[in-house]
């Protein structure tokens, strides 16, 4: 059995109860709600998983480019990310390692808002990809599960 301070070692806790799909998500002193659209089944109460999975990467892109100016100095005066999720095909992605099953893809549009040089521009692209959130999504992943008491 866990003990409550190795319960409270976790960063973020989900609920969702008997009914539909909606769940709270407590994060931080901070609550949201996800559920899944109502096509599939859900009561469309909050962004999917996977649009929360796709606003980290876009606010974790959008705040590493706005550190990075800040502290180059330069005048970027705002971001804007779009990204959208798919599942593909492994043998229709040219670039991919993995040429058997589907794959997920992360397709991300940048925005950079002021007057850079082409410099400024080019570096800040770079910098795009190495935000943690990225960093993480494209490294290997170990999800540990366990079962809680109760």
Known sequence: MASASEANDFQVTARVGRAEFATRIEAG??????????????TDTGPSPYD???GALGACTAITLRMYANRKGWPLEGVVVQLRHSRVHAEDCADCETKVGKIDVIDRRI????????????GLMKIADRCPVHRTLSAEIKIRTQAAAG
């Open 29 to 42: 002193g901070h609550t949201v709600h996800a559920d899944e659209p109502a096509t599939a089944g859900g």
């Open 52 to 54: 929360y999975l796709l």
């Open 111 to 122: 925005e950079l808002q002021g007057p850079l040089d082409a410099a400024q521009r080019e």
